[in-house]
């Protein structure tokens, strides 16, 4: 006889898939858009750059030292509401997002803002040796600071040795 999976846990998986589905379409859209040049956004400030990448470098440096309440904080108010716990979170992102949760190196690119998005990439060298795009979807808070709205992880094609 198979156990049935508890039915909290498998209702959390149900809804990590359905989001991977409904943003899957925006991401590669916001992937498309990265191969273009970067394009000026009058809605972002001049410091918005260095928000942004002070943000993603807080959430990364909290995942090493695994404190789950600080990475948590980083996040959204939507992605905080799917979740509803650090220990929820710290969850997904070890098993989903292990490039993320310990990269071996990070390399920023260029900020972009296809189609009013803010998307900042980034070149991830995974725990397992192997290079992805991470792409950050960002969202501007109404006191004006910035918070994780989401990351896409795509592989990048090997190098040749």
């Known amino acids: 006889m198979l156990a049935r999976p508890h039915r909290r ?7 990590v898939r ?17 191969a273009a040049p970067a394009v000026a956004d009058e809605t972002l400030n001049p410091g918005d750059e260095a928000a942004i990448r002070q943000v ?3 959430q990364i440096a909290a995942f090493a030292r695994d ?20 220990e ?3 969850s997904m992102v070890r098993t989903g997002y292990p490039s993320v949760y ?6 920023f ?7 009013g998005a803010v998307v ?34 795509l592989p990048l094609p090997e190098r040749a040795t």
């Not at 310990?102 to 390399?107: D, E, I, K, L, N």
């Open 9 to 15: 846990a498998a209702g959390m998986g149900a809804r």
């Open 18 to 34: 359905a989001l991977g589905r409904i943003v899957g379409v925006a991401w590669l859209a916001a992937l498309l858009q990265l």
């Open 56 to 58: 993603i470098e807080s």
């Open 67 to 86: 404190d789950g309440v600080e990475a948590f904080s980083y996040a959204s108010p939507n992605i905080r509401a799917m979740f509803g716990s650090p």
């Open 88 to 90: 929820r979170f710290m």
């Open 102 to 107: 310990r990269p071996r190196q990070v390399a």
């Open 109 to 115: 690119s260029a900020l972009r803002t296809p189609d």
């Open 120 to 153: 900042q990439g980034l070149i991830v060298l995974g725990p397992d040796g192997l290079q992805v795009l991470a792409l950050y979807f960002m969202e501007r808070q109404p006191a004006g600071d910035w918070r994780i709205d989401g990351v896409q992880l």
